[in-house]
């Protein structure tokens, strides 16, 4: 009789013993899965809405990848029909023109949506893409343009601030202001929340006697450990060094 009762003894031990910590167990993991959920749905993730997104920017590169090959195999139409008729040189030679500026600028196109969806080095997250720095209504007038964007990584929305100094000289003496500075609010950033890109623009008044010779940009976000920073030299667009 002792031995038929052994296992029942046995399995109630067991029960005992181990059926609170399986239960705790359980209502932990649950407890974590609806936490992990609701963080996701207070953040705004939406993983149908970023796979949807995702495959739309996929097809405009498959689209601008092709739209390339139809340009560059009428460039050479152009050009063969160029060197075949002499008599309709002028207007040949304008058609090659446009078709080459048109396929400039979707290679510039193109170049900039697989630095989001699949950069060259395979490096996600963000990053400062451009800074283009625009000739402004009056003088000494600029508009700065800096666009940033997030590599790969496209499930989470990225934000924080974007710093924008200018190097140069007063004379003989080397000078700095921020863009803060320059408009009227010293240690003032630029604000940027996004998920692909972002350009953030903002004009500015150099001083009279400085000449500037390099721009500084500076980003910082919670994503990243150290600020990212990069220089660009003094280049306005549509005119040389200044």
């Known amino acids: 009789m002792a ?40 953040g705004g993730l939406n993983s149908a809405q970023v796979a949807r997104e995702r495959k739309n920017m996929t097809e405009r590169l498959a689209r601008l990848d092709a739209e390339n090959s139809r340009l560059n195999a009428r460039v050479a139409q152009l050009e063969m029909a160029r060197r075949l008729d002499r008599e309709a040189y002028s207007q040949v030679e304008q058609s090659i ?33 451009r800074l283009e720095i625009v000739p402004g209504p009056g003088p000494r ?24 100094e200018i190097h140069g000289m007063a004379g003989a003496k080397p000078v700095s202001y921020s863009v803060g500075d320059l408009i009227g609010q010293p240690g003032a950033a630029l604000p ?3 998920r692909y890109f972002q350009t953030l ?11 500037a010779f390099e721009a500084r940009v500076s980003v910082r976000s919670r994503k990243l450990r150290n600020p990212i920073e990069q220089s660009f030299p003094w280049k306005v667009a549509g005119a040389g060094s200044l």
């Open 3 to 42: 031995k038929e009762k052994l296992p029942a003894r046995l399995f109630s031990f067991l029960t005992e013993q181990w059926l609170p910590i399986v239960s705790v167990a359980v209502v932990s993991t649950m407890a974590l899965w609806y936490a992990y959920h609701s963080g996701e749905v207070a």
């Open 97 to 129: 023109g446009e078709m080459q500026s048109k396929l400039a600028r979707q290679n510039d196109d193109l170049v900039f949506y697989q630095s989001i969806v699949s950069p060259e080095d395979g490096i996600q997250g963000l990053r400062i893409q």
């Open 141 to 164: 007038e600029y508009l700065f343009k800096l666009t940033l964007i997030q590599a790969m990584r496209h499930d989470t929305v990225v934000a924080g601030l974007a710093g924008i």
């Open 192 to 194: 940027f929340s996004f």
């Open 201 to 211: 623009e903002q004009a500015v008044t150099l001083p009279e006697g400085f000449e």
